[in-house]
């Protein structure tokens, strides 16, 4: 069975602090694709990135950066100088091409001024 | 660049009635996909549907939901009879990598 495991259901650090969200899952699938998504108090998801299962570089986007290591099945997410604008819930999921999405639980992220 | 549309992004409905939520693919998609997620939990696949039918649905989508394509546009998920238990923001999600709608969260009364 797929699985996302977001153990941090809450975290709360201060602003320009880094983050790190863990992201563990659970998959027999050789081919895989993991997915981060943001969602602020408006309620939306927004896409913040895919990784497929053959790709373990790192990824870096502005302030935001993924570490993939297949060895221990995480797909972790990093926010570098964190703003205020940063605060939501962040969702990991895992998937396929043309297939369902399985989310984890989120984890709320509060970033204090 | 092309997006998601669904409507309304509210609908407060009383219990028993039935309602139909509706969105708006991205047009050469040929993937559909709806997922609910409860206030304050994770969001979970209701189901997907491709060459106008349903190719997998999950455990809660029971006989009380429905989907279909009915004009080549539109894909549309119905309630036919809401429980309180149905209030939740459903997302409506098109193509193969899935872009995601805004939502419609529904509340039943």
């Known amino acids: 069975a797929q699985k996302v495991t977001q153990a941090q259901t809450e975290i709360s650090v201060v602003e320009k602090e880094d983050v790190t969200l863990d992201c563990v899952y659970e998959?027999?699938?050789?081919?895989?694709?993991l997915f981060w998504y943001k969602q602020p108090p408006s309620g939306e998801l927004v896409f913040l990135i895919r990784?497929?299962?053959?790709?373990?570089q790192n990824e870096i986007s502005g302030r935001y950066s993924w570490n993939f290591q297949k060895s221990t099945s995480s797909f972790n997410f990093t926010i570098t100088a964190s703003q205020v604008v940063d605060s939501a819930v962040y969702f990991c999921a895992l998937g396929n091409r043309d297939d369902k999405i399985i989310f984890g639980k989120g984890t709320r992220l509060h970033i204090l001024p | 660049e092309p997006e998601v549309t669904q409507t309304p992004s509210h609908q407060v409905t009383q219990m028993g009635q039935e309602v139909i939520l509706r969105c708006v693919p991205i047009?050469?998609?040929?993937?559909f996909y709806w997922y609910r997620q409860i206030l304050g939990q994770k969001v979970e696949f209701l189901v997907s549907f491709y060459n106008n039918e349903i190719s997998e649905k999950s455990e809660i989508f029971d006989d009380q939901f429905s989907v279909e394509r009915p004009d080549g546009s539109n894909f549309t998920l119905k309630i036919r009879s809401t429980k309180l238990e149905d209030s939740a923001m459903y997302f409506c999600a098109s193509g193969e990598w899935q872009y995601f709608g805004p939502g419609t969260r529904l509340t039943v009364t």
């Open positions: 990784r497929n299962s053959f790709d373990e």
């Open positions: 998959t027999r699938d050789t081919t895989y694709y």
């Open positions: 047009s050469n998609h040929l993937y």
